[in-house]
């Protein structure tokens, strides 16, 4: 081949690999090195291009024209289940050829189809060379997702222009050398040195700068003023102990998170020793963001009718968009929105309790579903219940419907605030799902014990469940009876891993997704029942199966993977994959629709970019390995 048809060629290949991630990425030198060394090799419909009976992989094949259908080999193949179709600029096999070993994949031309060819020892010295293609192939799916939050927050650049980026590392906010005093001094003198400095956080640490406690201004009216406190006592007596802390590389909204969570002002920053860096407070988050925790919170905490409740919860969206708009990550996002969502509830029923004159009602208030997972998104209705208990003498069904009047009146108020009554009637206000501890104990075994569909059912809405508000030791002891009893019931779990398996990942033989044919949303995906449900499911077998208490996807996950011995890494991209489709369902949800609107959940592929449906067809992929895992277990 003479020079200048060699150089067209390279330029033509150049010109492909800058169209397609992470080639569009890579350092100039790299990219030219790879351009340079690329064969373009020709195969016919239907032909096979790799197989694990051709040994040791030899060459990293990109796909430049065409599809090529990846159909797992084994027991588990030869069904639609385990076939992945592969487009134009992806790549196969990375985990083979970085391993020296035979592809555990069948690779087939589905048409005639053109793959570039890159020799085994080039890929090796690509992978040195660029750091860019050396991440791609280690961490592919964690790679793609953080490309993709890049351009997610370009479209959204001129909105969030006048916002700081609320992942800004907790140690860039630190300005000041913080104001502490040791724990031998005197109250008196603790006040003194507040005053001097003119500081509304005073830290109390050891001789290493450890935190043992803080004094803030809120805390004198009443622990000073009021209670008469004697100052020459020592100021342990006066701190607050335990005070929440967070590490510098922490980010702001690591510490909006924890201040929102626990309804706290002051959080303690941590060098890399555990030694005290500076204080942040929640007026240096405020800075971050125009609609501040502190006005939503305040919101709700000096909330009296249903009309400001109403405001806080616009203003908890309206804040959740323009995270999103910073590139916060669905994961963190969906705890969040969880946490100011649970201070509303909060507030809505202790209204409530002052208006039903039960405030010395022993119960607990428990959410489940999407909120009791700590995985609740812009579009959700309620599903809540409640544990009680019957006072000795009491009359128990005067009680009870004193009870349900009160739990009607919060359903409501929640409705009000856009959270739509529960269709299903999964709500406190059922007198169904308002029973003591015994009572709901008794109907969690027996749906364990007799595990027919309607029970299967129950399982996966009810066992994902967290105490909200009331007393969270019902919530534990609830927990502790239920894992104690699905642990060791290996008919229940192959049950549930059955119901888990008959939705699939959406993923196409021929074309890359399959759409549904519903003509209200066609061409559309549910991201909610064929997409995110995959992962909830899986979790919730594995951690009823470990004995994981966790009630979150995400910490099942990184829990039951430990115990059962699941590579790290493995499990790190079956999470990413649970975390991209959450981000794709919060990106399709907006403000000026109601929650849990028709479509909400849906997404076209086709009007996704690129990257996107590379992103989300290998999510499925990562669903499609954690089903894999259950039906093998299960022998399904």
């Known amino acids: 081949m003479n020079t200048q048809a060699a150089e067209m060629l390279q330029g033509a290949s150049l010109d492909f690999l800058r169209r397609h991630s992470p080639f569009d990425r890579m350092e100039p030198e790299a990219l030219g090195f790879m351009a340079e060394r690329l064969v373009l090799v020709f195969h016919a419909r239907d032909s096979v291009i790799l197989s694990p009976e051709m040994g040791q992989v030899r060459h990293l094949h990109i796909v430049q024209r065409g599809k090529v259908l990846a159909r797992q080999a084994g027991s588990v193949s030869m069904t639609e289940y385990s076939a992945l179709t592969m487009g134009p600029g992806e790549c196969f096999p990375i985990g083979a050829i970085s391993a020296h070993r035979p592809s555990t994949n069948t690779y087939i031309a589905v048409e005639d189809s053109f793959c570039f060819q890159l020799a085994a020892e080039d890929f090796m010295q690509l992978m040195e060379m660029s750091p860019v293609f050396h991440l791609f192939c280690t961490k592919y799916i964690a790679s793609l997702l953080n490309q993709s939050r890049e351009q997610l927050q370009s479209q959204f650049a001129q909105r969030a222009a006048e916002q700081q980026t609320m992942t800004t590392p907790l140690g860039q906010l630190?300005?000041?050398?913080?104001?502490?005093?040791?724990?031998?001094?005197?109250?008196?003198?603790?006040?003194?040195?507040?005053?001097?400095?003119?500081?509304?956080?005073?830290?109390?640490?050891?001789?290493?700068?450890?935190?043992?406690?803080?004094?803030?201004?809120?805390?004198?009216?009443?622990?000073?003023?009021?209670?008469?406190?004697?100052?020459?006592?020592?100021?342990?007596?006066?701190?607050?102990?335990?005070?929440?802390?967070?590490?510098?590389?922490?980010?702001?909204?690591?510490?909006?998170?924890?201040?929102?969570?626990?309804?706290?002002?002051?959080?303690?920053?941590?060098?890399?020793?555990?030694?005290?860096?500076?204080?942040?407070?929640?007026?240096?988050?405020?800075?971050?963001?125009?609609?501040g925790l502190r006005q939503i919170r305040a919101g709700i905490e000096n909330a009296d009718d249903l009309e400001a409740m109403r405001q806080a919860s616009r203003d908890i969206r309206q804040l959740a968009l323009n995270l999103i708009a910073q590139g916060i990550g669905s994961e963190q996002l969906t705890q969040f929105i969880s946490a100011l969502n649970d201070a509303l509830t909060r507030r809505l029923i202790e209204l409530q309790l002052e208006k039903h004159d039960l405030q010395e009602l022993d119960f607990?208030?428990?959410?489940?579903?999407?909120?009791?997972?700590?995985?609740?998104?812009?579009?959700?209705?309620?599903?809540?219940?409640?544990?009680?208990?019957?006072?000795?003498?009491?009359?128990?069904?005067?009680?009870?419907?004193?009870?349900?009047?009160f739990a009607r009146a919060v359903n409501e108020d929640l409705a009000a605030c856009g959270f739509p009554l529960c269709k299903g009637n999964i709500m406190a206000s059922n007198p169904d799902l308002c029973l003591t501890l015994e009572q709901w104990q008794r109907r969690f075994v027996a749906w364990i014990n007799e595990p027919d569909p309607q029970a299967l059912l129950n399982a996966t809405i009810f066992f994902d469940f967290r105490a909200l508000y009331g007393n969270e030791l019902w919530s534990d002891q609830l927990r502790t009876y239920l894992l104690s009893r699905a642990r060791d019931n290996s008919a229940f779990l192959r049950m549930m891993a059955g119901n888990a398996l008959s939705a699939q990942p959406p993923l196409g033989r021929i074309r890359d997704f399959v759409t549904d044919d519903d003509p209200v949303h066609p061409g559309t995906i549910d991201l909610k029942k064929v997409g995110a449900r995959l992962f909830v499911d899986a979790a919730r077998i594995l951690s009823l199966r470990t004995g994981v208490a966790a009630s979150s996807t995400v910490e099942r996950l990184r829990q039951a993977g430990r115990k059962i011995g699941i590579a790290t890494d493995e499990t790190s991209a079956v999470i990413e994959g649970f975390n991209f489709i959450q981000l794709l369902r919060l990106r399709s949800q907006h403000l000026d629709t109601e929650h849990d609107a028709p479509g909400d959940n849906r997404v076209n592929p086709d009007r996704l970019n690129e990257l996107d449906r590379r992103i989300l067809k290998e999510a499925f992929r990562q669903a499609r390995k954690l089903q894999t895992r259950l039906k093998l277990d299960y022998q399904l």
């Open 174 to 291: 630190i300005n000041r050398e913080p104001v502490h005093v040791a724990p031998e001094v005197t109250s008196r003198e603790a006040l003194e040195h507040m005053a001097q400095h003119r500081v509304g956080c005073l830290v109390i640490a050891d001789a290493e700068r450890r935190p043992m406690g803080i004094i803030t201004q809120s805390d004198l009216l009443e622990r000073v003023i009021l209670a008469g406190f004697d100052l020459t006592r020592p100021v342990t007596d006066l701190m607050t102990g335990s005070p929440h802390m967070l590490g510098s590389s922490a980010s702001a909204y690591d510490a909006a998170l924890e201040m929102a969570t626990h309804g706290v002002r002051h959080l303690l920053v941590l060098d890399g020793d555990r030694r005290l860096k500076g204080v942040v407070s929640e007026r240096d988050l405020f800075s971050l963001q125009r609609i």
């Open 364 to 405: 607990c208030w428990l959410a489940f579903g999407s909120e009791g997972r700590h995985e609740q998104t812009l579009s959700t209705d309620q599903d809540n219940g409640i544990i009680y208990a019957v006072p000795d003498g009491a009359d128990s069904d005067a009680l009870k419907q004193q009870i349900l009047s």
